[in-house]
């Protein structure tokens, strides 16, 4: 699945402008990889608290089918939401309903209402890929951009891993899985909050390319 924007004007990195402070690039990579350690210990959580609350795995599929329902409606509805009100607020909005779908988790193992919260959190990170994807491509220049975009996977599968690793230090009879990836989905919102990273212009059309899936 591709997403096509087209911008009102764009600005090549390469030409004219300066290139980006590596700290304000730095900061959109931090707040994914915060992202990240509190995603992974929720994916690794879910399965296990469904498990010891004696429900049948199926749930989990369900719950999973939900999340990717919400990613596909997120690839749909980022560019509408990015053209109104741009990249860093897009991604304070986006954390915010990450910060939602956890709390709900946290209320406890409900599966019908965690298939309508996995299903927020999949809109909200993949529409948080599609904003820091784009806003970083708009300010990296093309000779440094693989390795940027090498180093932001980088980051953030590590985050990934982090996050699985903690559910061990975790009591997931309680509360505290949601509670942790709540907290670094909270602090993921700083680094963006506090960049001077220059903003992409918002783009005139967004529109997923199903063609290219």
Same mark, same amino acid.
């Given at each position: 699945? =591709?997403?096509?924007?087209?911008? $009102?004007?764009?600005?090549?990195?390469? $030409?004219? /402008?300066?290139?980006? !402070?590596?700290? =304000?690039?730095?900061?959109?990579?931090?707040?994914?990889? &915060?992202?990240?350690?509190?995603?992974?210990?929720?994916?690794?959580?879910?399965?296990?608290?469904?498990?010891?609350?004696?429900?049948?795995?199926?749930?989990?599929?369900?719950?999973?089918?939900? &999340? %990717?329902?919400?990613?596909?409606?997120? #690839?749909?509805?980022? *560019?509408?939401?990015?053209?109104?009100?741009?990249? =860093?607020?897009?991604?304070?909005?986006? %954390?915010? &309903?990450?910060?939602? /779908?956890?709390?709900?988790?946290? =209320?406890?193992?409900? !599966?019908? /209402?965690?298939?309508?919260?996995?299903?927020?959190?999949?809109?909200? @990170? #993949? *529409?948080?890929? @599609?904003?820091? $994807?784009?806003?970083?491509?708009?300010?990296?220049?093309?000779?440094?951009?693989?390795?940027?975009?090498?180093?932001?996977?980088?980051?953030?599968?590590? *985050? &990934?891993?982090?996050?699985? %690793?903690?559910?061990?230090?975790?009591?997931?009879?309680?509360?505290?899985?949601?509670?942790?990836?709540?907290?670094?989905?909270? +602090? /993921?919102?700083? !680094?963006? *909050?506090?960049?001077? +990273?220059? $903003?992409?212009?918002? !783009?005139?059309?967004?529109?997923?390319?199903?063609?290219?899936?």
């Amino acid at each position: 699945m =591709a997403i096509l924007e087209r911008n $009102q004007t764009r600005r090549d990195p390469a $030409q004219g /402008s300066p290139p980006a !402070p590596a700290i =304000a690039i730095a900061s959109v990579v931090l707040s994914m990889a &915060l992202v990240a350690v509190g995603n992974g210990l929720m994916f690794a959580y879910i399965p296990v608290r469904l498990g010891a609350a004696g429900f049948d795995p199926t749930w989990a599929g369900l719950i999973v089918t939900g &999340l %990717s329902a919400g990613g596909l409606a997120g #690839c749909i509805l980022t *560019g509408p939401l990015v053209r109104r009100v741009g990249h =860093a607020r897009a991604f304070m909005v986006l %954390s915010a &309903l990450i910060v939602l /779908s956890n709390a709900a988790v946290g =209320a406890g193992p409900h !599966p019908l /209402s965690w298939i309508a919260a996995r299903a927020l959190y999949g809109f909200a @990170i #993949c *529409g948080l890929f @599609i904003v820091a $994807q784009s806003w970083l491509n708009d300010v990296i220049a093309n000779t440094i951009r693989g390795r940027v975009m090498a180093f932001f996977y980088v980051a953030y599968v590590a *985050g &990934l891993g982090v996050g699985y %690793s903690t559910l061990a230090l975790i009591d997931i009879r309680a509360a505290d899985a949601p509670l942790v990836g709540i907290a670094f989905t909270a +602090l /993921s919102i700083l !680094p963006v *909050g506090l960049t001077r +990273l220059a $903003q992409p212009p918002p !783009p005139q059309a967004a529109s997923v390319a199903l063609g290219r899936a």
